[in-house]
Nanobody, 118 residues
Framework: QLQPVESGGGLVQPGGSLRLSCAAS????????MGWYRQAPGKQRELVAS???????NYADSVKGRFTISRDNAKKTVYLQMSSLKPEDTAVYSC????????????WGPGTQVTVSS
């Protein structure tokens, strides 16, 4: 069973940067579609960015040009580099691992808090 665990959240000033990491335990990590989601207080969870096994990426319009998702299959880790952070980026960021064929294999990490404030 793949169990994602996020790290790297924290408090940052507007305009600053943070890098989130999500480490997984599954030996076949490389085939999973990995995604970063976020949920702000009072709002629905939204997809921030996703990356396929081959490296193709997808971003929410609100983060395009500011966030970059990447993966290191050898380290079984996916990253989210966040730059030019805004207060509206404040949320709990969660890592998701989804098998490309079998929807039963869909795993979530516990989440990490990102707060953008001066």
């Amino acid at each position: 069973q793949l169990q994602p665990v996020e790290s790297g959240g924290g408090l940052v000033q507007p305009g600053g940067s943070l890098r989130l990491s999500c480490a997984a335990s599954e030996s076949i990590f490389s085939i999973y579609v990995m995604g970063w989601y976020r949920q702000a207080p009072g709002k629905q969870r939204e997809l921030v960015a996703s990356i396929l096994s081959g490296g193709s990426t997808n971003y929410a319009d609100s983060v395009k040009g500011r966030f970059t998702i990447s993966r290191d299959n050898a380290k079984k880790t996916v990253y989210l580099q966040m730059s030019s952070l805004k207060p509206e980026d404040t949320a709990v960021y969660s890592c998701n691992a989804r098998h490309p064929l079998y929807t039963t294999f869909n795993y979530w990490g516990p989440g990490t808090q990102v707060t953008v404030s001066s």
